[in-house]
């Protein structure tokens, strides 16, 4: 079986397309043939030693994938070959065949199809974590969504709207805009261009409830000075390279909370919460309360520039890998 392989760490072009032996289904376990898997940013992270998980080389990247069961090892129950599903792969996504263990898999909703469910998961459950578990968000309240034309923040946006929430979007290009207002954005800010902190103040009416914050950098304390007293800003990541140092008066004076969001790991620790938090995005889709959008998909053989693509921020929405 074909493989995309980080066979040395450091940028995406690094990456090769290598035959492997494909894997058998151990117990509790089962193979699926892959027939599209999600690209994140924690995979642009992994693939240079900066994520906090460090595989040594050669090790294939990767996480989400969505396909077809092969093959079911002892004991695995629920579940039959040729079922369509969904599921986190550890690090190994990057193949035309791997082996999950069953416990780590859903049944794919058929409206979903394999390349929306190949980038959904990280996105949605990441952002259905930070605002419901951890922002409470209520409905009415105003959420300004930074980075918001990539898949973590087109999720948000349409959790967001999802829960009645006003939502104003921040993004660097016409493009990017256009697609957050697409998705369900109320307003948007050209922040390339524009002052953060005065047009979130002025679009909301004197300050945003909660921030929605994957890029960090120099966006940072703008965005935590246009919140209300009272208001949360959510550490999701720092796609902007830069960890901010963020100063500590401030969030005595808007007696604001700056609340971590590392849904990864908090799903590792409480398996069973994870469940439902993702058979409840699965509800909401079913029910047509939420759109993740059509992702951009690349062969195995572009896997480079696909990532380069994420890398350099000029995606709009989810990417992803498929087989070919």
């Known amino acids: 079986m074909r493989a995309v392989v980080c066979v040395e760490l450091g940028p995406p072009e690094k990456l090769v397309v290598e035959e492997r032996e494909a894997p058998g289904a151990a117990p509790g376990s089962v193979v699926v043939e892959v027939r599209a898997c999600g690209l994140n940013f924690?995979?642009?992270?992994?693939?240079?030693g900066l994520y906090q998980i460090r595989p040594e080389p050669p090790f294939v990247p990767g996480t989400e994938i969505a396909g077809v069961i092969e093959s079911l090892g002892e004991g695995v129950e629920g579940f039959s070959v040729g079922d369509a599903v969904?599921?986190?792969s550890g690090f190994s996504a990057w193949s035309e065949r791997v082996a999950v263990a069953a416990g780590s898999l859903y049944r794919l909703p058929e409206k979903l199809g394999f390349e929306r469910a190949a980038g959904f998961i990280q996105s949605y459950c990441t952002g259905l974590f930070a605002l419901r578990n951890r922002a409470e968000l209520s409905a009415g309240e105003t959420v300004l969504v930074l980075g918001a034309a990539g898949g973590v923040g087109l999720a948000a946006i349409d959790l967001a709207k999802s829960m009645g929430a006003r939502?104003?979007?921040?993004?660097?290009t016409e493009?990017?805009?256009?697609a957050c207002l697409e998705q369900g954005a109320d307003a948007v800010i050209d922040y390339a261009n524009e002052d953060l902190k005065t047009r979130a103040k002025e679009l909301s009416g004197g300050g945003v409830d909660v921030v929605?914050?994957?890029?960090?950098g120099d966006y940072a304390e703008p965005a935590l000075r246009s919140l209300v007293p009272g208001g949360r800003h959510l550490v999701i990541g720092f796609a902007a390279g830069e960890i901010p140092r963020v100063p500590l008066n401030l969030v005595l004076l808007k007696q604001c909370q700056?609340?971590?969001v590392n849904w990864g790991g908090w799903s590792s620790r409480h398996p069973d919460g994870n469940r439902e938090l993702l058979s409840t995005l699965l509800?909401?889709?079913e029910a047509g309360k939420i759109n993740p959008l059509a992702p951009r998909s690349w062969p195995f053989s572009e896997a480079a520039p696909a990532?380069?693509?994420?890398?350099d921020r000029r995606i709009v929405g989810k990417a992803v890998l498929v087989p070919g």
């Open 86 to 88: 969904m599921g986190m």
């Open 212 to 216: 929605y914050d994957p890029v960090g």
């Open 258 to 260: 700056v609340v971590g």
């Open 175 to 178: 493009a990017k805009r256009k």
């Open 167 to 172: 939502v104003i979007a921040a993004a660097s």
């Open 307 to 311: 990532l380069r693509g994420l890398m």
């Open 283 to 285: 509800q909401l889709f």
């Open 42 to 48: 924690v995979d642009v992270l992994m693939i240079q």
